[in-house]
């Protein structure tokens, strides 16, 4: 017979707190089976579910995504369409984590130069900051389209 984890246990082994796995649980997103005593028993799959939950969430999936997306093990017969489905999304999570990256190495560089130029504050180092910054500028207003143009002509350079 398959050993079956208390509460307690999956908490201990996989430092996920008990009210997060009732939530789990109230939500649908890993349903453990009940005891005659109506407790909670977690089988390897639903550890092994709660593995992958742990680590969607890391690669920045919402609970909703995972829910939504990810229910293979419950599935008798997993379709091709539904595969491909889940694959483009998990493409488009790529490109958006690509996005963040690149974004992420922009704003480092940023802060790099901007430290240095302090350390050693010259017109040379001051000049090559204003430059980052104006590329970085020039980078946020081809991205966010949010940004009002009118009243700032006569601050473009």
Avoid: W
């Avoid at 493409?91 to 802060?111: C, G």
């Amino acid at each position: 017979m398959e050993k079956l984890y208390s509460i307690q246990e999956v908490s201990q082994l996989l430092g996920i707190p008990k009210d997060t796995l009732r939530y789990y649980d109230r939500i649908g997103i890993v349903s453990p089976s009940r005891g005659n005593n109506r407790y909670r028993k977690y089988s390897k799959d639903d550890l092994i579910d709660l593995m992958n939950i742990q680590i969607m969430q890391y690669a920045d999936f919402s609970l909703d995504e995972i829910r939504g997306k990810f229910g293979f093990r419950k599935m008798e017969n997993i379709d091709p369409a539904y595969c491909e489905e889940v694959a483009a999304f998990l493409d488009a999570k790529n490109a958006e984590t690509r996005k963040k990256i690149a974004h992420l190495e922009k704003v480092s560089r940023l802060l790099d130069v901007a430290a240095e130029t302090l350390r050693d504050f010259n017109n040379k180092s001051d000049q090559r900051l204003a430059e980052i910054v104006r590329e970085m500028y020039k980078d946020i207003r081809k991205t966010e389209s949010g940004i009002s143009k009118e009243g700032c002509g006569e601050h473009e350079g």
